[in-house]
């Protein structure tokens, strides 16, 4: 059976790997989609025409936009590490360059807004999506606040989320008003320092 035989059947030879490069523009043009034109308007057709692979090749890998979305979320928390520099400031502007490096890449910079804001009224879909992309970097920053709690750098009587919400609140709100323009953000450092005035030990 020839190549195209398979492809159109939806089965593949025994032992053919999968292609690395359609994995990565499927997942990239989901993204780009996302980013685009939100969630609702996302299709699998679309999908399939922006990365170039055939429909037997998408449905393989993802019986549906659900999956397909739920599998391109996780991917945008694969390159975030948890840093580890012995300072609040110092691990939070790190954390903050990684997921803006990240978004120029993908171009998802304002991704996670608009996809919360596009599943309002849909519990099931916004659960999905705060499970992966918002709670994965929620839970990097908690424990940067957690350890600089333990350092006496931040009031031992903060509440953890609140004091994520505090730092990360002011950056996202950048994000947006700059139009996912990173020159406009601003240095994340500085935007933290303004906002421990609030919450440093004293």
């Given at each position: 059976?020839?190549?195209t035989?398979?492809?159109?059947s939806?089965?593949?030879?025994?032992g053919?790997?999968?292609s690395a490069?359609?994995?990565e523009a499927?997942v990239r043009?989901?993204?780009e989609?996302?980013?685009e034109d939100?969630y609702?308007?996302?299709?699998?057709?679309?999908?399939?025409?922006?990365?170039?692979?055939g429909?037997?090749?998408?449905y393989?890998?993802y019986?549906s936009?659900?999956?397909?979305?739920?599998?391109a979320?996780?991917?945008?928390?694969a390159?975030?590490?948890?840093p580890?520099?012995?300072?609040?400031?110092?691990?939070?502007?790190?954390?903050?360059?990684t997921?803006?490096?990240g978004?120029a890449?993908?171009?998802?910079?304002?991704l996670?807004p608009?996809?919360?804001?596009?599943?309002?009224?849909?519990?099931?879909m916004?659960?999905?999506?705060?499970e992966?992309?918002v709670?994965?970097r929620?839970?990097?920053?908690?424990?940067?606040v957690?350890r600089?709690?333990?350092?006496?750098?931040?009031?031992?009587?903060?509440?953890?989320?609140l004091?994520v919400?505090l730092?990360v609140?002011?950056?996202?709100y950048?994000v947006?008003?700059a139009g996912?323009?990173?020159?406009?953000?601003?240095?994340?450092?500085?935007?933290l320092?303004?906002?421990?005035?609030g919450?440093?030990?004293?």
């Amino acid at each position: 059976m020839s190549a195209t035989a398979h492809e159109s059947s939806g089965t593949r030879p025994p032992g053919r790997p999968r292609s690395a490069e359609a994995d990565e523009a499927i997942v990239r043009a989901a993204l780009e989609l996302l980013a685009e034109d939100g969630y609702r308007a996302l299709t699998m057709e679309r999908v399939r025409e922006r990365s170039g692979v055939g429909k037997a090749t998408l449905y393989r890998r993802y019986g549906s936009k659900d999956e397909l979305v739920r599998a391109a979320i996780v991917h945008l928390n694969a390159d975030v590490p948890l840093p580890d520099t012995g300072a609040l400031v110092s691990d939070f502007a790190a954390t903050a360059t990684t997921i803006l490096t990240g978004a120029a890449r993908t171009g998802a910079l304002t991704l996670m807004p608009r996809l919360l804001s596009d599943v309002t009224g849909d519990p099931d879909m916004h659960a999905l999506f705060y499970e992966h992309l918002v709670e994965p970097r929620r839970r990097i920053v908690r424990t940067i606040v957690e350890r600089a709690q333990a350092r006496g750098e931040i009031r031992a009587d903060i509440d953890p989320e609140l004091a994520v919400d505090l730092m990360v609140g002011p950056f996202i709100y950048r994000v947006i008003i700059a139009g996912g323009d990173i020159a406009k953000i601003g240095d994340p450092a500085k935007i933290l320092v303004t906002v421990l005035e609030g919450l440093r030990a004293r």
